[in-house]
């Protein structure tokens, strides 16, 4: 006799949720790696440090800034609007999302494009020349960490992207939203870590 | 996907015919029980490799002078096996094979919180072993730094690096995933009324180690990512020619690779402390206290990386900070010794193979507990410092512990896993052969680095020769040993007795379902009463 036994899919909204929280942690100690290598060298190369902060472009620095702040403003608003089953406002929303994202990424180009023509990227001969050590530690610190923080956003667009693709399948709904919610929060933690690394690289003086 | 599908109850995990055949039944399930095997098959090849790498140094450490290879091999062979074993074998050993395939059935639960998360967490970790074994075969020789790849010479030596460095970092990212996946399960899949105190000690172990695997293993990543942009660019933050500081590499190293040493020893205890009980048939003495113990040894490991690197220039405060902190470990370790043992005394001890084992690693993880204290102690540390005790410690506890946990718990669960029982009378010569195998390969070792013998030269002065003999003899014995434990299962595997479903009398959840169980493991999802716990003998 064969026993037959009703075996439903397995959805746990809340155990996805502390899924995702705990990869966060991990991505903050990720960085938090990152933040103690950057407090040592500052500690030890103070003038270097406020040398070549100066070199980096403060107007940029804030544009992305307010980007960034005014995506994750429309990723919560996009969780929102799912909630309330409007579904067309939550993909307008993701869209801009989305193109905050981009328009981020393409700023980030220009501003690596105008360091590289200055000379200026790890392994150059003009850094190795013109600049002290500490100098180099800097922009070999904001190279790695705003480039992983670049990897980072490119990582959250795919996520939304695909949470895009559920809402409008209709598999993310307001009863099963845990994709939605889930790339929100790792859109706030990557925006997070720019939050932190704004002030460290360009503000601080 | 199908929103719901019918799955028979009296099918094994291993005769069930899903909608793939064959090899992919195996490598697209995601069962937790199928991917344990999966995970448990790619292990013991690659130890085997790992095995050979040792073998090959002990026989050319059998005389002085080159016998079998030149140094530059030597080097390769040691750093091959340090990162296949550590990487591949003892940091996910446990975890990923009983704790996949026992944590979800001993919490009364189907599967594990995330199944899918689970299979890929396997490819993640086979595609880190293709990287690294990518990078002894092709490119411009073997990597030749070590299992620790320190900075500068991991940049600058010619050897084929990237690939092995990226390997350890991806499968520091299964590590993570798995890690993951197994704190949700434990949080929110136990079985109605099963609290906290009532959870075996076995997922308790697995529930510490997993907290370090995903708080810890970020930091060597980053670390190893950081390693290999400067081999790439040469972002300066290692490499003293652009103002870094390589010590720092091995600050960030430690800060992961000291708590690893818990993620491979905490879950070795969690079996040693289920293996106990049930050949006792009695209580586990301090059920409290063990927990306590887990977790403090989880936490207390964060605080004491310091102490690889007391000798690579630190301030004398951070030294004896650290060494504090070393010997603070001792404690809770030592509290769980003393409870294995209290739980013997007055049991009703039935001397069958896992308790074999259990009781030889009791023996050697004091032996190596103890000599760990000699190394924590700064005055003790400059005088033995990268010499072969440190290599006689390291095997007492990684291999003497978790590698005797590792086979008392496949002999424990053994019927549970394949239904069919072992011929325990070669399962005890095997064990007895690899235990005298293994204290004549490595008891030396202590003997040798108090005399000043280096690590990691493939040459030495006449008068280390015969107590290396020994231990080249040791390594054969003990691989002897070995190869008489795995013929034994494997043929068991396919023709052994059958077992019953609970051929111990033990008393946690795994023992109330079929042997092999069933693809969802429970017909019904078990309840804890009040009276009910996992060691009510």
């Known amino acids: ?205 | 996907m199908q929103a719901s599908s019918h799955i028979p109850h009296d099918v094994s995990y291993l005769d069930y015919k899903g909608k793939h055949k064959g090899l992919l039944a195996w490598i697209l399930s995601t069962d937790h029980k199928r991917i344990a095997l999966l995970y448990m098959f790619s292990m013991m090849t690659l130890f085997l490799v790992g095995v050979l790498l040792g073998l090959a140094m002990k026989l050319e450490l059998i005389a002085p002078g080159k016998t079998i290879m030149g140094a530059q091999d030597y080097n390769a062979v040691f750093t091959v096996h340090g990162v296949i074993m550590i990487f591949m074998i003892v940091v996910p050993g446990l975890p990923a094979v009983f704790g996949n395939f026992l944590l979800p059935i001993m919490i009364g639960a189907k599967d594990v919180a995330f199944p899918k998360l689970n299979l890929f967490s396997w490819y993640v970790y086979i595609a880190g072993a293709i990287l690294v074994i990518i990078s002894v075969l092709f490119g411009d020789g073997s990597p030749d730094t070590g299992w620790t790849f320190y900075a500068p010479y991991s940049f600058k030596t010619g050897t084929n690096m990237l690939p092995a460095i990226f390997g350890a970092f991806v499968l520091g990212f299964s590590s993570i995933l798995t890690g993951l996946n197994f704190i949700v399960t434990i949080h929110r899949l136990r079985a109605p009324g099963m609290s906290w105190t009532k959870m075996p000690l076995f997922p308790w172990t697995i529930y510490g180690t997993a907290w370090i695997q995903l708080l810890a293993t970020p930091v060597v990543g980053i670390t190893l990512v950081l390693v290999s942009l400067e081999r790439i660019f040469g972002i300066g933050v290692f490499d003293p020619a652009l103002g870094g500081d390589p010590i720092l590499y091995q600050h960030l190293f430690w800060i992961y690779s000291h708590p690893a040493v818990y993620i491979m020893i905490l879950p070795a205890m969690g079996a040693i402390s289920e293996v106990i009980p049930t050949f006792s048939q009695k209580h586990i003495f301090g059920y409290k206290a063990i927990v306590a113990s887990t977790l403090a040894i989880a936490f207390v490991g964060y605080f004491v990386w310091g102490h690889h690197m007391f000798t690579s220039g630190m301030s004398g405060t951070a030294q004896y900070t650290f060494s504090i902190l070393t010997f603070l470990v001792a404690i809770p370790s030592a509290i769980k010794v003393f409870n294995w043992i209290s739980t013997m005394y007055k049991g009703s001890i039935s001397l069958e193979t896992p308790f074999y084992w259990a009781a030889s690693f009791i023996f050697v993880f004091m032996i190596g507990g103890l000599s760990g204290l000699v190394l924590g102690a700064l005055a003790t540390d400059v005088y033995v410092h990268d010499t072969a005790f440190v290599v006689a410690h390291f095997h007492f506890i990684v291999f003497g512990g978790v590698g005797f946990a590792f086979f008392a718990a496949i002999h424990y669960w053994f019927p549970k896993m394949f239904g069919r029982m072992y011929d325990t009378t070669w399962a005890n010569v095997g064990w007895i052969v690899f235990f005298i195998g293994f204290l004549a390969l490595y008891s030396p070792m202590f003997y040798l680095g108090l005399q000043g013998m280096p690590r990691r030269y493939y040459d030495y002065l006449e008068q280390f020769h015969a107590a290396n003999i020994l231990s080249t003899l040791g390594s054969w014995v003990m691989t002897f040993g070995l190869a008489i434990v795995l013929i034994n299962l494997f043929r068991s595997a396919k023709s052994g007795p059958i077992a019953g479903a609970n051929p111990w009398n033990g008393k946690t959840l795994e023992w109330t379902v079929p042997s092999p169980p069933p693809v969802e493991n429970f017909e019904e999802i078990p309840v804890y009463g009040e009276k009910d716990g996992p060691y009510e003998y």
């Open chain 1, 1 to 205: 006799m064969s026993q037959v036994i009703h075996h439903d899919e397995h959805y746990d909204a809340e155990g996805s949720k502390i899924g995702m929280w705990l990869f966060i942690f991990t991505e903050l100690l990720l960085f938090g790696g990152l933040f103690i290598i950057y407090s040592v060298y500052r500690f030890s190369n103070q003038d270097a440090f406020h040398l070549a902060a100066e070199e980096l472009n403060r107007t940029v620095g804030t544009i992305n800034t307010i980007i960034l702040l005014v995506s994750s403003m429309t990723i919560a608003m996009s969780t929102s609007a799912l909630q309330k089953k409007q579904k067309k406002t939550t993909l307008a929303l993701l869209g801009v999302t989305l193109l905050l994202g981009l328009v981020f990424l393409v700023n980030k180009y220009f501003e690596w494009g105008t360091k590289f023509e200055h000379g200026i990227f790890p392994g150059s001969q003009y850094m190795l020349d013109h600049l002290s050590q500490g100098e180099i530690l800097f922009f070999g610190l904001y190279f790695v960490m705003t480039g992983l923080h670049a990897l980072h956003i490119i990582v959250g667009m795919v996520v939304i992207g695909f949470a895009y693709a559920g809402v409008r399948s209709g598999r993310v709904n307001a009863d099963r939203a845990a994709l939605l919610e889930n790339s929100g929060l790792y859109w706030h933690l990557v925006d997070l870590i720019w939050i932190f690394l704004f002030p460290l690289f360009y503000l601080i003086h």
